[in-house]
């Protein structure tokens, strides 16, 4: 299987969450920050001609400064996403255990920039719309 012969077809949401977890000033006096959590999960499903793969992003905001173990008090919100990329090509189904892992660079591209741009287009219609969130990580 070559990735040079593989395109991205379509892209489809199936679950959507958002959690606002406090009360917070739409302008801020303290300053803040963001997580991007981001996850294929393993299942894959696949045939000669096509490829669906599965995908969990969550972007968290805190308030506060950054830390390496942020406290869940500090949360201000979380926005959860699953969804779903399909591609065409060419496939070999046994060579997918491999492939897959070998090439991962190549479907998390596509994956995180859908996933900004559905997160982005979420947060532009609540009190988060000034949050910029990176196309990839």
Known sequence: M??????????????????????????????GYIRIFFTRKLD???????????????????????????????RIFSYKIEFVLNYSGEFIEDELTSFLPDNEWFFKKDANIFFSQKAMNFLSNTKYKNIDLPLQQ
């Open 44 to 74: 894959a499903e696949a045939n000669d001609t096509r490829l669906e793969l599965f995908f969990i992003g969550e972007v968290v905001a805190y308030q506060g400064e950054e830390t390496d173990a942020p406290d869940d008090s500090d």
């Open 2 to 31: 070559d990735v040079t012969k593989i395109q991205l077809e379509s892209a489809y949401v199936i679950k959507t969450e958002f959690e606002d977890c406090k009360v917070v000033n739409p302008e801020p006096t303290s300053s």
